[in-house]
Every structure is written in C-alpha cells, then in structure tokens.
C-alpha cells in the first residue's frame, strides 16, 4: 500500500511538473518573447520547428502540439509574416507539402530564448547541490530507460 502512495505522489509531481513545462516560456523569456513582437504560442511553435528539424509540415506542428490546423496555420503565417519561419515548397513530388524552415531571425531568437531558459534552470539546479542533481540525473535516466522498454513492448 505503502508503494502506491508514493507512486501516486510521484506520478502526481511529475504531472505537475509536465503541466509547467511552458512556466520558462510564460516567466522568464517572456521579455525577450514580447520584444520579438510574439505571444508565448507563436514561441512554443518556433521551439517545435526547431525540434523537429526535418520536414517539418503545418500539420505536424499541429498534431505535436495538439492545435487545430487552422490554429496552427494561423501562428505559422505570422511567424512566417514576422520573418522567423519561411515557407518552401517540394518542387518535384507534391507541391502541397508545404515545409517550414527557420530563418536566421528565427535561430537568433530561439538562442537567446534558450540561454535565458539554461541560466533559469541552472539556478535552480546549483541550488539543489551536485548529490541531489545526481540522484535526479540518474532517476530521469532510469524512468525514460523504462518508458523506451515499454514502448518497444
């Protein structure tokens, strides 16, 4: 019984923890995010194009980020507008791929918006002290090593 309980106050943290993962987005870059002429959505967007690299079309940032298509091709057109994304099209096999790239503009904001996350994050975790982040280091390590074995199942 006693095993559940934990459990369920871990799975409870970790959930909580997952729901505040846009915290960085709203607190700490939301300077740089307004100054950039965007909303916390239009930034979690261009983080997501980035992330995914290749190929990335309108329909997987909405199916990644669980937006309606016209959502999606909404903030899209205005990064794009804003010069943080272009346009391309495949030329030679379906001219209605639309794919998204980030332009220089875009890399530039998407730097300093990380190194603001990075210095956030590494205050907190200097807080902790080495034998803490090392127990959670190891933990994050084992648990995503398990999720892996589970998928694969």
């Keep these: 019984m006693r095993i559940e309980k934990e459990m369920d106050e871990v ?9 505040f993962r846009i915290l960085p987005l709203v607190t700490i870059s939301s300077e740089t995010i307004k100054n950039a002429g965007l909303n916390e ?5 261009l983080t997501r194009i980035e992330k995914i690299q290749e190929d990335v079309l ?4 909405a199916e990644n980020l669980f937006l309606s298509l016209p959502k ?5 057109n205005t990064l794009v507008q804003d010069k943080y994304v272009k346009r391309s099209y495949d030329e030679l096999t379906d001219r209605r ?11 530039l904001l998407l730097e300093k918006f990380y190194r603001e996350i990075h210095q956030f994050y590494k205050e907190i975790f200097e807080s902790l002290g080495s ?7 190891k933990i994050l390590k084992d648990f995503n090593a ?6 694969k199942q």
Aim: zero cysteines; a neutral charge.
């Design 146 to 151: 398990m999720i892996y074995l589970k998928l």
């Design 131 to 137: 034998e803490k982040i090392e127990a959670f280091s």
């Design 97 to 107: 791929k639309v794919k998204l790239e980030i332009t220089e503009k875009g890399l």
């Design 11 to 19: 799975f409870h943290l970790l959930e909580h923890a997952m729901n």
């Design 72 to 76: 999606a091709s909404r903030i899209i």
């Design 41 to 45: 959505e239009q930034m979690l967007v």
């Design 58 to 61: 309108v329909t997987t940032i």
